[in-house]
């Protein structure tokens, strides 16, 4: 009897098993009403203040004729961003939590890297804002020469965006404003992740 007992119970169980795993597949839970996860690579552009500029040029110093090497209020923006959930109401909506490096002004030859730590909140249909310190650093300016000066400069950063279903494919857009001493940056950032895993 007791055999006939936990031969039904484990019967019972199996199609639960099945659903949870599949061959070749690792288990990922169901998925709820909370937004897609936005993992993944950053890229876009960046407008700099003039005191920004004015910065960035005391720190990596002149060119060879003796002008600045940062001319203009523009620099792209490479980098990478990485976050976690801290809740989800019954609603869906999540906060987060977001670690965000850029690299700015490769196509100039200079290394302008930046770190942005955001928290926020993220709706199921994919839009967002957070805040945050952001923290550049320009003592790593110059490729082809080391600079003289170094330190890091914080700011706060402001971020707002959407994610945009596109094929399938998760795009996240987001507008980021980071107000400092030295005047502020305004970034227009694009991504790109085909996950549709979800918190």
Same mark, same amino acid.
């Not at 597949?25 to 407008?47: C, H, I, K, S, W």
């Not at 976690?84 to 869906?92: S, V």
């Not at 945050?132 to 082809?144: D, H, I, K, R």
């Not at 030295?182 to 996950?195: D, E, K, Q, V």
């Given at each position: 009897m007791r055999f006939l007992l936990f031969a039904l119970a484990l019967f019972l169980a199996l199609p639960a098993t099945a659903q949870d795993v599949l061959p070749g597949r690792a288990y990922e839970p169901p998925l709820d009403v909370g937004p897609r996860r936005q993992n993944g690579p950053r890229f876009g552009v960046t407008y700099l203040a003039p005191g920004v500029v004015e910065r960035i040029n005391d720190a &990596?110093?002149?060119?060879d004729d003796g002008e600045d090497r940062f001319n203009t209020p523009l620099t792209t923006q490479f980098g990478w961003q990485f976050e976690i959930p801290t809740f989800q109401a019954d609603n869906g909506l999540t906060g987060v939590v977001e670690a965000v490096p850029l690299i700015g002004g490769l196509e100039r030859g200079l290394f302008l890297p930046t770190f942005t730590f955001i928290a926020g909140v993220r709706t199921p249909s994919g839009f *967002?804002?957070? /805040?945050?310190p952001n923290l550049s650093l320009t003592g790593? !300016?110059? /490729? *082809?020469s080391s600079s003289s000066e170094s330190g890091i400069a914080a700011s706060l950063a402001i971020v707002a965006g959407k994610s945009i279903d596109v094929g399938g494919a998760n795009v996240p857009l987001? /507008? !980021?404003v980071a107000l400092g001493e030295s005047g502020s940056? &305004?970034?227009?950032? &694009?991504?790109l992740t085909t996950s549709n895993g979800r918190y």
């Amino acid at each position: 009897m007791r055999f006939l007992l936990f031969a039904l119970a484990l019967f019972l169980a199996l199609p639960a098993t099945a659903q949870d795993v599949l061959p070749g597949r690792a288990y990922e839970p169901p998925l709820d009403v909370g937004p897609r996860r936005q993992n993944g690579p950053r890229f876009g552009v960046t407008y700099l203040a003039p005191g920004v500029v004015e910065r960035i040029n005391d720190a &990596i110093g002149p060119n060879d004729d003796g002008e600045d090497r940062f001319n203009t209020p523009l620099t792209t923006q490479f980098g990478w961003q990485f976050e976690i959930p801290t809740f989800q109401a019954d609603n869906g909506l999540t906060g987060v939590v977001e670690a965000v490096p850029l690299i700015g002004g490769l196509e100039r030859g200079l290394f302008l890297p930046t770190f942005t730590f955001i928290a926020g909140v993220r709706t199921p249909s994919g839009f *967002e804002v957070g /805040v945050g310190p952001n923290l550049s650093l320009t003592g790593l !300016a110059s /490729v *082809e020469s080391s600079s003289s000066e170094s330190g890091i400069a914080a700011s706060l950063a402001i971020v707002a965006g959407k994610s945009i279903d596109v094929g399938g494919a998760n795009v996240p857009l987001n /507008v !980021a404003v980071a107000l400092g001493e030295s005047g502020s940056r &305004i970034s227009l950032l &694009i991504g790109l992740t085909t996950s549709n895993g979800r918190y």
